[in-house]
């Protein structure tokens, strides 16, 4: 399921759903179910480093975040449910190459794991579709928040 296919705004996108972080880099939720996200992010002129390259830590932010969605799956559709989530215990990114403008898309795919480790992939592609950098994550399941 979209985002843009929910008739009304559901637990993910929801008022106050949206972490403070999020807010501020100003990434969109696209996909997210289990095991399976995709997030987009416009390139602004306050993402790049003093050289004028967008900024490492831009690209490690949305990698670590879609596959953390990945990793744990999309909340409850009911709100009154307990949201699963969990942390990062590993990540280990390969950047390969770099983007000045237009939209950045990033895919994370849960690969493996168990009850409570789990293993994701994602990648990051520049408006053209070039890859830019790709991750390996490990992530640990904490207890559902009440």
Not at 61 to 85: I, K, M, N, Y
Request: with cysteine.
């Amino acid at each position: 399921m979209t985002m843009e296919d929910r008739a009304h705004p559901g637990p993910a996108d929801g008022p106050g759903r949206l972490s403070g972080f999020q807010k501020l880099i100003g990434w969109k939720v696209k996909v997210w179910e289990d095991g399976h996200a995709v997030i987009t992010c416009e390139i602004r002129q306050d993402f790049m480093n003093r050289s004028g390259i967008l900024h490492g830590g831009l690209i490690a932010t949305l990698l670590d975040s879609v596959a953390g969605h990945a990793a744990f799956g999309a909340p409850p559709a009911d709100p009154s449910q307990p949201r699963q989530g969990g942390v990062t215990l590993s990540f280990t990114i390969n950047y390969l190459g770099t983007a000045k403008e237009g939209e950045l898309t990033v895919t994370g795919r849960r690969t493996g794991g168990g009850k409570s480790i789990i293993f994701a992939r994602a990648e990051v592609v520049d408006a053209a579709g070039q890859l830019i950098a790709e991750a390996t994550g490990t992530f640990k399941r904490m207890k559902p928040k009440p």
